[in-house]
């Protein structure tokens, strides 16, 4: 039997299933525009690839699985968390938020995940059908990587969840946010290896960006997937993601305490 | 000033299942209606007059303004303003109308309540030496000049309905809409508003369309009503006309000195409660003289008190009639 | 005659005055225009840098080098800003329509999609034109370009074919909600479709997109096509040296067909609630 408290978060989750399927528009629209993304992104490697091999043995072929999975990936990252967390406070309805028998970041977890239910079916799987139909079968390098894959990929949903509720949290106290989350985006777009993979970049930022959080929301789950670093070395940076998961969890479980209690104070 | 001919508003609406299935079926087939928001209104306004507008929510009574105002473009039939058709030629026509609608204003938020005037002179093309005149009148009328330099978003709600009400005379129009200007105003601004409306009515002979809730308004205001509801007139006239029609009927309040109750044949009995009887009688049959009188002659009197049928109860019967029907 | 310059006088100054008032919009709120100025140089001139890690691996793509691809991406950039400042509007048509905040525009004297666009001119697309300008600069300086007399007016006249082009586009993707009734929120999906096809060589894509991209969607006239020209590289289909003034005479193509289907869809138009 479920307990009381997780019943009320399964019911946010819920509405948020059917208020994500409600507008058929959006959602044709949507893998439309993914889709179109991810066949030209397809193209640019091939076109930069054209029959050579990359130096640690990468192909154009690797680089087609490399982009249908990244597509595939950025749905399971899509968060609400920032967005949520401005609205709220911009409204002023933070406080009313804060008064509901739930946790406020329980609850925007719970939206989240029910997004996400409903991205599943509504994106991932239409997406993943059409890069197989358009570009190949973007199959894993090996069965016994599956597990591997699947943890991974796991801790990256929780760094992107974290990193998000965390820049969302700014809201409290800067008025506005919406370039900051753009700057959040961009150096996620573009340094976590979800369009060009870091193995490109020059050795000492590659040094550089192995060390932030960034790549190991993208970079690592599709080394992983494609097979592209030995066995030792992906053990090696899945505990740094780890690492990761825990330092961010401590930060958000920080900041959290205490723009709460600003709130509180302030009377939101 | 303003003809309504055969003006008929429809929407399409699509209906949306219940529940997680019906979410998921309505993806990929919905069912679509057809719903009569208007059905077929006539009805003219003369130059000068001021007309208040009423109906419960969802009465068509907003989509009918939204027509008269080129908002929105009529299924069937036309609205002609100084004849002519608004749908058709809305940049030329829209140029005699101004209009305010209470929940939202066209005043730039950011910025000094001038600025959006500047801004509005450009667009309406009005001369320097005009704007300057009228912007005198609107000061005399609602004290606009002090805030002139003061930005929107620090205003009151009150202010910023003054403020909204100069932006819609600016261009002196010949008719001015107010879409619930009152809603959510306190008293001393409510005063100023309705102030505003019948000075620039009978300065300037500015047409004036209101629709309101608020019943002080129309007693106040309007010397016509149009009543409208599921999209058709359900009345039109002047407002005393109105009720002598609806609600030819007064009440008669009497208190004696015991707690006894009379009873007289051409009045009904409301309520009887203590020593207090109110009593109901058609205007037409009885005078209320006439009935002290009577009562009296029964029974010795402490007190009375006579109430004429209030536009509450005209309002409040126009609505019954067409859930009636 | 008279009247299409009083016309014309009447529109200047009106965006004249709409233009103060966004700057002193910009003065009202400083903090704001810090962030863009930081968040969109970073945005492209990243942007740029990852893709030069890309390239320089393989020297080439499509037979454009590194300088090449920078002229190219820097005036994709450019008119991306350019559209930005005028035409981001259309990006949230959707929630307009959807919010019954054409009403206002509707019961003024003037056209509706002039005043969507026009009172609220989005000063803040400039930050998006400091990268713009700075990799083209640089693709200029890698590729030798000459600044002639007939190099710059070329210049001139493909922005603003291309950003007419943008902000057609933008129109046609948002006029959609007035069939839908819902708030499509295209603008990311767009930026993303822009940046793949005017940033890179469509040449980079089978024939039969090109083709699409060159025929039917007019997106390859935004930048590829007059760039090539300019650089002097071989295209699919050649312009015949006409290429900036097609990408002129596209733009205004585009923007007649946004308006035409624009003003059908204003018909449709069902302000809120009841």
Known sequence: MFSSSFRKYLFICKTRIIRSFTYRFDVFGNILMQTIVMVTTAFFWKALFQDETFRNGITADNMMTYTIMSSVLSVLFTTGVERRIQESVEKGSIAIDLMRPVNVFGMFFAEDLGNLIALLFQNLLPILLLGSLLIKVPTIVSVSAIPMFAVSVILSMAINWLTAAIFGMWAFTAISMDALFQVKKHLIRLLSGSIIPIWFFPKWLAGILNALPFVYIYQLPLDIYIGSASNEEIQGRMLIQLIWVLILAALFYLFSKKSLKKVLVQGG | MITVRDLHKEYLVSEKGKGLGGTLKSLFRNEKKIIGAVNGLDFHVNKGEIVGFIGPN????????????????????????????????????????????????????????????????????????????????????????????????QMSLGQRV?????????????????????????????????????????????????????????????????IINNGVMMDDGNLSEIVERIAPYRTLTVEYYDSIVPTHPKAEILSAADNVVRYKF????????????????????????????GIDDIIRIAYAKTVQS | ?????????????????????????????????????????????????????????????????????????????????????????????????????????????????????????????????????????YGCVQTDFAFTVSNVLGIIVMLTGAVLIRGGIYILLGSTSFWTKSANDFGQFTQEIF??????????????????????????????????????????CSSGGMGVWITLAAGIATMLAAGLVFQTGLKKYESAGN
Not at chain 3, 74 to 81: D, F, K, R, T
């Open chain 3, 195 to 236: 940046d793949k096809t005017t940033m890179y060589p469509l040449s980079m894509y089978p024939e039969a997109m090109q083709l699409i991209l060159t025929f039917l969607i007019p997106i390859g006239w935004v930048s590829f096509y007059p760039a090539s020209e300019l650089l002097g590289m071989k295209t699919l």
């Open chain 2, 162 to 226: 003054k403020g909204d009400l100069t932006a819609a005379m600016l261009h002196s129009p010949k008719v001015l809409f107010l879409d619930e200007p009152t809603i959510g105003l306190d008293a001393g601004s409510k005063y100023a508003l309705r102030k505003f409306i019948k000075e620039i009515n009978t300065i300037r002979g500015t047409t004036v369309i209101l629709t309101t809730h608020d019943l002080g308004d129309i007693q106040e205001l309007c010397e016509r009503l149009i």
């Open chain 3, 1 to 137: 005659m008279k009247k299409v310059h009083f016309c014309l006088a009447h529109h200047l100054r009106v965006t004249m005055y709409t233009i103060k008032m966004a700057l002193l919009t910009i003065i009202e709120y400083p903090s704001n225009i810090l962030g863009w100025l930081i968040s969109n140089p970073i945005q492209f001139l990243l942007g740029f840098a990852t893709i030069k890690f890309a390239v320089e691996q393989f020297g080439e793509i499509n037979g454009w080098d590194y300088g090449q691809l920078a002229f190219l991406y820097g005036i994709s950039v450019i008119s991306h800003a350019l559209s930005m400042i005028f035409f981001v509007q259309g990006w949230f048509m959707g929630y307009y329509v959807i919010d019954g905040a054409f009403d206002r525009f509707l019961t003024r004297p003037m056209s509706v999609l002039y005043q969507f666009f026009f009172t609220n001119i989005n000063i803040f697309g400039f930050t998006d034109l400091i990268p713009g300008i700075l990799v083209f600069l």
């Open chain 2, 58 to 153: 969802g009465s068509g009574k907003s989509t009918t303004i939204k027509m008269m105002t080129g908002i929105l473009t009529p299924t069937s039939g036309e609205v002609l303003i100084d004849g002519r058709n608004i749908a058709r030629y809305r940049k030329e026509t829209v140029r005699k109308i101004g209009v305010v609608f209470g929940q939202r204003t066209q005043l730039n938020w950011d910025l000094r309540l001038e600025e959006t005037f500047e801004l509005l002179r450009r667009i309406y093309q009005i001369e320097k030496k005009d704007y300057l005149d009228i912007l005198e009148v609107m000061d005399s009328i609602l004290g606009i000049g002090e805030l002139l330099d003061k930005p929107v978003r």
């Open chain 2, 282 to 309: 058609m205007k037409r049959e009885l005078t209320a003289a006439r009935l002290i009188s009577d009562l009296s002659s029964l029974h010795p009197i402490r007190d009375v008190g006579i109430e004429e049928a």
